[in-house]
């Protein structure tokens, strides 16, 4: 028989032989996918022969709607609904690179574990990556999840690529008030491979979907071992490393937890929501014309008049240290918010919490206008002012509540933290 892409090969030379995947081949060279992941190329003229026919993949009849799973009694019953990235994907042998190609169902089916857990219910809202994902997704999204909640699932789980992962659980944390756990998961490595994270991933969501924890939390790797996962509140979390499992990181604040694996046993770190602590309520509006600018020495302030004069409805910079642009963007602050554009300034460092009270710059930025975003990520902040300025609010409830705690994305109350602020004579 011959050998396909997908089937498993052995490749030998003259001094050297492979195992592995066939993957497509270039017209000088045989290409095999590895044990370890890395792909070799041998002159075409080795001598294949084949190991193993390529496994059909198990793949749901029922993809794009509920599916009816057999019920387990006594188990709570979590729906998954899933949006693609690589957790949902699998190497395609055609092009050699990861495409999303499985639904929830077939994730279901490719982790047996997770059926110990619960039962479920499953949806296709999306199959993209997240590179693709934007407001009016997080919308549908937000609204797939209320209805599977006012069906009575006991918890979410939402499959989801890592790129955009933080951006969606922020926009979720704002969107939904949530009595039952809403838990998303990606994976770094897809399925296919020897290194996958998916599965452990998933089987640590699927733990704390069942949980007390009435949040909306990222549950990925804690370490490159699989030893835990983190549990991550929502509007704290960003992915801190292209390629490694233990990409996710709570940034100003700690973990809600930890899941250790296999035992699925949960440590908390910090106070959370519980389970029927709060009715479920959507609030889905989200106004898309934001956007931000990460401010670098000589950038021209021209931009954010541009941003003002060109529909943008609200504008977070990315400032530096405790907040700061160069003095040339001053008047510009000024003419945007004067135009009744809410201007929230973030800090490039990550850690730590914005405070334009301590240098001459920091302060003209406050009387030009500009909002102290705390100690929100960027992008959080980002998302909350999308969804602030999608409620219909006036501007100056805007921006009162862009400084206001809402879902844990600012630590304490507000307020400027540096030992210079005693001194603030504003
Ligand atoms: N680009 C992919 C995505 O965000 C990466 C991943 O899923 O990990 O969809």
């Known amino acids: 028989m011959v050998a396909e892409q997908g089937d498993r090969v052995r490749v030998a030379t003259d001094n050297v032989t492979y195992e592995g995947t066939l993957m497509p ?5 045989i290409v095999v996918k590895l044990d370890n992941g890395y792909n070799v190329g041998v002159d075409r003229s080795a001598c294949i022969e084949l190991l193993e026919k390529k496994a059909p993949a198990p793949r749901s009849e029922k993809s794009e709607e509920d599916t009816g799973a057999v019920e387990e009694e006594g188990l709570p019953t979590v729906a998954i609904l899933s949006t693609g990235g690589t957790i949902a994907s699998k190497v395609d042998y055609r092009t050699g690179a990861v495409t999303s190609q499985f639904t929830a169902e077939d994730i279901l089916n490719a982790i047996p574990e997770l059926r110990k857990i619960a039962n479920y219910r499953t949806k296709v809202v999306y ?28 918890g979410i789980i ?14 979720l944390s704002f969107m939904i008030k949530t009595p039952v756990p809403i838990v998303l998961v990606g994976s770094q490595r897809s399925a296919d491979r020897p290194s996958s994270d998916n599965a452990m991933n998933a089987i640590c969501a699927a733990s704390v979907a069942v949980s007390d924890i009435a949040e909306v939390s990222v549950v990925m790797h804690g370490t490159t071992s699989d030893d835990y996962c983190l549990i991550h509140r929502g509007t704290r979390v960003r992915k801190m490393h292209t390629s490694r499992r ?13 899941i250790d694996y296999p035992s699925c046993k949960i440590e908390t770190f910090t106070g959370y929501a519980r389970r029927g602590e709060r009715k479920l309520a959507l609030h889905d509006r989200m106004e898309p014309k934001c956007t931000i600018l990460r401010y670098t020495p000589g950038m021209s302030p ?12 609200g ?29 929230v300034v973030t800090s490039q460092c990550l850690n730590g919490r914005i405070c334009d009270r301590v240098y001459d710059t920091g302060r003209d930025m406050l009387r030009a206008g500009a909002i102290e975003g705390e100690d929100m990520l960027s992008e959080v902040a980002l998302v909350k002012l999308m969804w602030a300025l999608g409620q219909g609010w006036s501007y100056e409830e805007v921006c009162a509540k862009m400084k206001e705690g809402l879902a844990g994305e600012i630590s304490g109350s507000s307020g400027c933290r540096h030992e210079y602020c005693a001194f603030d004579n504003l």
Not at 158 to 165: A, E, I, M, Q, R
Not at 315 to 343: K, M, Q, R, S, Y
């Open 25 to 29: 081949s270039t017209t000088i060279n």
């Open 127 to 154: 199959s993209i990556l997240s590179e693709n994902m934007r407001a009016e997704y997080w919308i549908t999204l937000a609204r797939a999840i209320a209805e599977e909640i006012e069906k009575g699932a006991d």
């Open 158 to 171: 939402v499959t989801h690529g890592t790129d955009t992962l933080g951006y969606t659980a922020s926009a």
């Open 246 to 258: 233990d990409a996710f990181r709570s940034i100003n604040a700690q973990p809600i937890g930890r």
């Open 302 to 313: 021209e931009l954010l008049r541009f941003c003002s004069l060109s529909g943008y409805k």
């Open 315 to 343: 504008i977070v910079i990315d400032g530096t240290g405790l907040g700061h642009v160069a003095a040339d963007w001053i008047p510009l602050i000024e003419f945007a918010t004067a135009e009744g554009i809410p201007v």
